[in-house]
């Protein structure tokens, strides 16, 4: 266990209206990141942070953004929800015990009407 | 630029043997194995690493061939709990070094494993 815990775990919403779900670790892991699966996609990054108030593009960023204000918390914001973003959300942590694995939170299963 | 997985699916009965690839069009730096079952989040298996060192789990193995870029999962003696979806998750290389910042992963499409009793 990572210590890692993702907010809503499920949610149902409209399109167009803004969604902010919440990432919450508590082991002080410098890098954090968003994950989007989709079937027959795998897992596609989102936005990863390496920091507070440092984050970065991943692959399918387009209309996702993301804060850092305390190394625990990384929000994923969809500012206005569209049904292509219906999906299963991961948040990860990247741990050293090995060499840079990441842990994964419990996901959050986000529907856009 | 996504790693390609094969097979797609695997059905087995207990006991048996697996093998996933993992094939990369690009040259590699590492690669990570996940195991995820159904509704839940995706699981650390191991880590492959330039060189051949293997980190994470000891009942699972693996290989990694640098110059085919491509690396293999065996799944021995499988057990019912073996079963799941595997992923590969790849960091590229360029000039010998990591290609990217921030250990950001590519994950290929996944296999899915099924244990039978």
């Known amino acids: 266990d990572a210590g890692i815990t993702q907010s809503p775990r499920h949610k149902v919403t409209e399109t167009g209206t803004p969604v902010t779900l919440r990432c919450h670790q508590t082991e002080n892991h410098r890098y954090m990141y968003w994950y989007r699966q989709d079937p027959g996609h795998g897992l596609r990054l989102i936005h990863y942070s390496y920091g507070v108030k440092d984050t970065d593009k991943g692959e399918v960023s387009d209309g996702y953004s993301v804060s850092r204000s305390k190394t625990e918390d990384f929000l994923l914001t969809l500012e206005s929800a569209t049904s292509s973003q219906t999906s299963v959300y991961f948040c990860a942590i990247k741990d050293r015990q090995f060499y840079n694995e990441q842990f994964f939170g419990p996901g959050t299963r986000l529907t856009v009407l | 630029q996504q790693p390609v997985q094969s097979p797609q699916a695997v059905i087995l009965r207990e006991g048996e043997d697996a093998v996933i690839n993992c094939s990369s069009s690009?040259?590699?730096?590492?690669v990570h194995w996940y195991r995820q079952k159904h509704g839940e989040a995706p699981v650390f298996l191991m880590i492959?690493?330039?060189?051949?060192e293997q980190k994470g789990h000891d009942k699972i193995s693996a290989s990694f061939n640098e110059k085919k870029q491509q690396s293999s999962l065996y799944l021995t003696a499988s057990q019912l709990s073996y079963s799941g979806t595997y992923f590969c998750?790849?960091?590229?290389?360029?000039?010998?070094?990591?290609?990217?910042?921030?250990?950001?992963?590519?994950f290929g499409e996944g296999t899915q494993l099924t244990v039978n009793p």
């Open positions: 690009k040259a590699l730096y590492s």
């Open positions: 492959l690493l330039k060189g051949g």
């Open positions: 998750g790849t960091v590229f290389t360029a000039g010998g070094r990591r290609e990217t910042s921030g250990s950001r992963l590519t």
